[in-house]
């Protein structure tokens, strides 16, 4: 049972390590970029479950926030977390979180794992959008416009290629024995 838990620890840290490298792939499209940050946290999620994906995602989180630069364009640091993309970066951690619950009580199929996707994307980007009409001080159609509306298309269709693929991996994996 330790070596379990030992092995889904390191395999969470090399996932935060991945999320990490995906969200260096962008398109810097003000005042929110363009990464596959997203699809990462997505796959994580899908893969590891509900403690593990979470725990990858919240330690990804927090190696920006200590200044590691892990964030788009190579960023760290709070300040980055404070400003008009925080709410999207600090939202990853609950959407992780329901991903891998709900593939936990609804079962690991591609079905459940686009539905909990889709939900996940929708979690991060109406929160980070709050986060970015406040802090940017934008109307809520600035934010909607400028934090929403150009990444649902692409988020969506992140969300199923993240479903798709993570529960491949995800089987192969535990019949490897390695998760």
Not at 120 to 125: E, G, K, R, S, W
Not at 132 to 151: I, S
Not at 155 to 170: H, M, Q, S, T, W
């Amino acid at each position: 049972m330790r070596n379990k838990r030992l092995k889904m620890m390191v395999v969470a840290a090399l996932f935060s390590a991945i999320i990490a490298i995906a969200a260096q792939i962008m398109i810097n499209i003000p005042p929110v970029p363009f990464t596959l940050m997203t699809i990462a946290v997505m796959l994580t999620a899908t893969i590891l479950g509900g403690k593990y994906g979470t725990l990858a995602v919240t330690v990804y989180v927090l190696m920006g926030i200590i200044g590691i630069p892990v964030f788009a364009g190579m960023k760290g640091g709070l300040g980055i977390v404070l400003g008009p993309t925080g709410g999207y970066i600090l939202a990853i951690i609950p959407a992780a979180f329901l991903v891998g619950v709900y593939l936990e009580k609804f079962g690991y199929t591609k079905v459940q794992a686009i539905a909990a996707n889709i939900i996940a994307v929708f979690i991060i980007l109406i929160l980070g959008s709050i986060w970015l009409k406040f802090v940017a001080d934008l109307p809520w159609v600035g934010a909607f416009k400028g934090g929403m509306l150009p990444f649902i298309l692409p988020d969506l269709a992140k969300a199923v290629v993240a479903a798709l693929i993570g529960i491949i991996i995800r089987n192969r994996l535990v019949s490897a024995k390695l998760i």
